[in-house]
Nanobody, 131 residues
Framework: HVQLVESGGGSVEAGGSLRLSCRHS????????MAWFRQDLGRDREAVASLFAGGGNPRYADSVDGRFSISVDNGKKTVFLQMTNLKPEDTSMYYC?????????????????????????WGQGTQVTVS
């Protein structure tokens, strides 16, 4: 059974930075798509960034591209979300998610989905507040 444990949220002023961490407790970590989503009260969950733990190109939402960076430390089975130049609109609850499957690109490769329905495991969420 996979558990995802997040840490690193908090409050910061606009223009500041935070780094979120998510530790994956299960086996075969490198076979998972790892992603960060965020959700405000009354709104749909939004994919922020995703990355295949075994290697590959990260994907970002347009709203965070150039400001956020997702990375993995496979030795620690941990995925990070480095957030810089934070804006008040980044205020949200952030969730780590893991998916056992990728989406095929039709050319022998694949990529991680932006669809929350394709993710099998979720963390408890960590609040980020930007003022």
């Amino acid at each position: 059974h996979v558990q995802l444990v997040e840490s690193g949220g908090g409050s910061v002023e606009a223009g500041g930075s935070l780094r979120l961490s998510c530790r994956h407790s299960g086996p075969n970590y490198a076979r998972y798509c790892m992603a960060w989503f965020r959700q405000d009260l009354g709104r749909d969950r939004e994919a922020v960034a995703s990355l295949f733990a075994g290697g590959g190109n990260p994907r970002y939402a347009d709203s965070v591209d150039g400001r956020f960076s997702i990375s993995v430390d496979n030795g620690k089975k941990t995925v990070f979300l480095q957030m810089t130049n934070l804006k008040p609109e980044d205020t949200s609850m952030y969730y780590c998610a893991a998916a056992r499957t990728m989406i095929s690109d039709g050319a022998g490769g694949g990529y991680c989905s932006d669809d929350e329905g394709r993710y099998d495991y979720w963390g408890q969420g960590t609040q980020v507040t930007v003022s």
